[in-house]
């Protein structure tokens, strides 16, 4: 540490070496003070654009990383912000629809009243001028407030080479209030923010917030199977996903902990992982990813811990069915007497078509339980018939993200990392799975949700909570008995949510995994129990990806002498559990065939003769090179499409064998058939070869050149999971990435104070076109290489493309 602080002092300002020339940038518009106060960093650059950041405190720490981010990715930050601000219909145009990155509303109004909301009632500005734990930590304030420093300061020194928003008006500075915001709406995902348009569209009933995103007015014929899809389905799709796992030292080498980390994020946008090394001499030294915009590492490593998170299944809020006032729309009940909603009126600045700005001004209706809500994403819920919905989000009272992943960095062992998520409670929607350097797992659920027990949904459920809750864990409680009301645990940070003491948790075990299951099968030899509902399920069928992670990484734990290069083979072994269950039977039905033909859902008879070889020896795995993959990629897809998963399967799921049931391919299924008759016509119409190797046609395109990219989607239980955007027969294929691994690490430990760590960052540090760090990691990911992490001095002070900067507002 004194060596590294003496460089810092010697190093001197290179100005060739900072991107871009200085150019001025303009004060915020609304009148608010860009954040300042003298701050500095030094930056060391390593191999692929790592920067490890060096600064005396937190507030010069936030800085460097401002910095760094905003070098990396200035576009998407500063698009970020504007949709913070409630600014994208006034830029953008308010019918264009956001990336989904910050929420869930379907065009930029919607996102646009929803933010205007929250800002108008200051719910952040209110969260930070709360003491800890109820607001930030001074030193989490202090790191908002140096990143939005470092962010001003290079739009000030720079001038921004990206096409993405060179030259753009909406480039500006931000506060420390900004990011505040960034942080929040990450905490709010899973709650408020998958129901913006549901707040920014409420309006009572017999009429419609014009603007808002359009929803079904009706209820769903089938509300438990609607929240499924919200809390299951559609979760993955929209990118919240991953994998993690941990092994203890009975399983390793040398007796100490490993852990391998592959979160499933977007490509694309403010949910990008961005990678770095963060060091307060003699107080902080982490490594690892953190979302864009926010100011510390969030999954990463140190000296004597490693941790990941991914997706958890608990349902971070919930609703109240209200008993509106008859003739009153917006009044309620509760306990008999009349409560009446508070009007939040929200006013967005629009662009019209002619280029003017005018005003679009909404109501929003408010209640002790939360914001009335008309959707949940796709779960519609109208406000009709006596009838009203609130929705309840203990996240929305929250800023300790910050906190808890710095609690985290932290962390010296896996107790240590118990102590921390139950100090700060901070974590809105994931799992933590962690390994330490003394040889100890961890996988914990220890995440924010609201406090139904069993027995209040029991006591409280509506008609509807009463098919949802079982279904899905979302509560739908009876909001007109105050005894409804969620209560509080002893040892909770906040009233109305779970203590740490109700955590599902499982340590020490040979491995801990999770691949965004429920807490069941962390470990499949050592079932979790007895948590209630809203944390998610137990006695189910699992994912194909969590049954082949659990067969994957029990056999490497029971194999042993783990080391992190097993590590590495797991995350790029790409081995497709839906092809070892499926592939056999389906050629062997395949050669079945009469005549070998079969009939396409449009009544045509096709030869799929073909077919059945490539089927046969298509080697199961989704490499580029394996022949074979596309042809079954796209026939899985179509057959799991087809009907309800049960009837793809001869033997039904049993819980007493949940890791290998259901099976057996139910080839006597019209849908079999239809589905490959259909998969092989699609492909000769594309003049696409059966047997095409999977990266001819799986593939991203960088600066004019096709990367090849391995790795499957989640229907098929690739650990290594890519969600592509739709087929496009005329683009050659899957043409592009939209989410799956992300940023990568496999982490081991010596004793010593340098871990052994491999990391990558899939998609490359900057979305940049013109930087040299836009997809180098991309083929990395193609070739199926990791980069060596390098953590401590004499390994960064030794890097072949160590460059050096220090950073300043002057």
């Not at 929003?364 to 519609?380: A, F, H, I, N």
């Amino acid at each position: 540490m004194r060596a590294l602080t003496g460089l810092g002092l010697a190093v001197l300002t290179c100005a060739a070496a900072l991107p871009g020339e200085a150019a001025a940038a303009t004060a915020p518009a609304d009148g608010r003070h860009a954040s300042g106060g003298g701050l500095s960093a030094v930056i060391r650059y390593t191999e692929y654009g790592v920067p490890h950041i060096v600064a005396k405190d937190y507030a010069n720490l936030g800085f460097g990383t401002g910095w760094a981010q905003a070098a990396d990715q200035v576009c998407v930050l500063a698009d970020g912000f504007v949709t913070l601000r409630g600014e994208r219909s006034v830029r953008f145009g308010p019918g264009a629809k956001p990336d989904g990155s910050l929420s869930s509303a379907g065009t930029n109004l919607s996102s646009d009243l929803f933010f205007r909301g929250m800002n108008d009632a200051k719910t952040v500005d209110k969260i930070l001028e709360s003491p800890a734990p109820a607001g930030p930590t001074r030193q989490a304030k202090e790191l908002m407030r140096g990143w939005a420093a470092g962010y001003n300061a290079w739009l000030a020194q720079n001038r921004i080479t990206d096409p993405a928003c060179r030259g753009a008006a909406w480039v500006t500075p931000v506060t420390a209030l900004d990011v505040a915001r960034r942080g929040y709406a990450i905490t709010v995902l899973g709650g408020r923010g998958m129901a913006a348009d549901g707040i920014a569209g409420a309006a009572q009933p017999g009429t419609a917030q014009p603007g808002a995103a359009p929803r079904a007015a009706k209820a769903p014929a089938d509300p438990a199977e609607a929240a499924r899809k919200v809390f299951g389905e559609q979760r993955r799709n929209a990118g919240m996903g991953s994998n993690a796992v941990a092994f203890a030292g009975s399983a390793t080498a040398n007796g100490r902990g490993l852990l391998l980390g592959n979160p499933h994020y977007p490509w694309q946008g403010s949910r990008r992982f961005w990678q770095s090394q963060q060091t307060i001499p003699g107080e902080l030294n982490v490594s690892g990813g953190s979302l864009l915009g926010m100011p510390i590492v969030e999954i990463g490593f140190n000296e004597r811990i490693a941790w990941s998170h991914t997706v958890a299944t608990g349902v971070p809020t919930s609703l109240y069915e209200l008993k509106t006032v008859p003739g009153d729309a917006h009044a309620y009940l509760v306990d008999g007497k009349p409560e009446r909603m508070t009007e939040r009126t929200v006013t967005v600045p629009v662009r019209g078509e002619d280029g003017r700005t005018s005003k679009v001004t909404r109501s929003q209706w408010w209640t002790r339980y939360g914001p009335v809500v008309t959707s949940l994403d796709d779960l519609s819920l109208p406000w009709a018939d006596g009838k009203a919905y609130a929705l309840t989000d203990p996240n929305a009272e929250s800023l300790r993200f910050t906190d808890a992943s710095l609690a985290l960095a932290k962390s010296r062992s896996v107790r240590g990392v118990q102590e921390a998520l139950g100090r700060t409670q901070g974590l809105p929607w994931v799992n933590t799975i962690a390994a330490d350097s003394g040889g100890h797992s961890l996988y914990t659920q220890a995440q924010v949700l609201p406090r139904v027990t069993d027995e209040l949904a029991g006591r409280c459920s509506t008609d509807l909570g009463r098919q949802t809750f079982p279904a899905a864990g979302l509560a739908v409680l009876d909001g007109s008995r105050g005894a409804c009301a969620l209560g509080r645990d002893a040892d909770a940070v906040q009233p109305g949510i779970f203590g740490p003491s109700a955590m599902p948790a499982l340590v020490d075990a040979p491995y801990a995994e999770n691949s965004n299951d429920s807490p069941w099968l962390a470990n499949a030899e050592r079932p979790v129990t007895g948590y209630p509902r809203i944390f998610g399920d137990t006695g189910t069928p699992r994912s194909l990806r969590t049954r082949g992670a659990i067969e994957d990484v029990s056999a490497m734990a029971k194999r042993g002498k783990l080391t992190v290069a097993d590590l590495e083979r797991q995350q790029f072994a790409n081995r497709a559990p839906a092809g070892d269950l499926t592939a056999a039977d389906a050629a062997k039905a395949c050669a079945a065939l009469p005549d070998g033909k079969a009939t396409g859902s449009d009544g045509k008879a096709v030869d799929v003769s073909a077919a059945c070889g490539v089927l046969a020896r298509w080697d199961r795995t989704v490499r580029t090179d394996s022949k074979g993959a596309v042809l079954f990629d796209r026939f899985w897809r179509r057959l799991v499409r087809s009907g309800p998963q049960a009837g793809l399967w001869r033997v039904p799921f049993s819980p007493a064998a949940p890791v290998t049931t259901p099976n057996t391919l139910n080839t006597a299924s019209p849908s079999v058939g239809r589905a490959l008759a259909d998969t092989v016509a699609e492909l000769r119409a594309a003049g696409i070869a059966l047997d095409a190797p999977l990266g001819e046609h799986q593939f991203v395109e960088r600066n004019g050149k096709r990367i090849p990219i391995a790795g499957g989607a989640d229907a098929l239980g690739i650990w290594n999971m890519i969600e592509s955007a739709p087929w496009d027969s005329a683009r050659g294929g899957y043409s592009e990435v939209r989410h799956g691994s992300s940023y990568i690490q496999a982490v081991g430990f010596d004793g010593g104070s340098c871990p052994a760590a491999r990391t990558l960052l899939t998609y490359g540090q900057s979305s940049d076109p013109t930087s040299p760090h836009h997809a180098d990691q991309t083929r990395l990911f193609s070739a199926g290489r990791m980069v060596r992490a390098r953590f401590c001095e004499k390994d960064i002070l030794s890097s072949p493309q160590l460059r050096v900067v220090r950073v300043g507002e002057r």
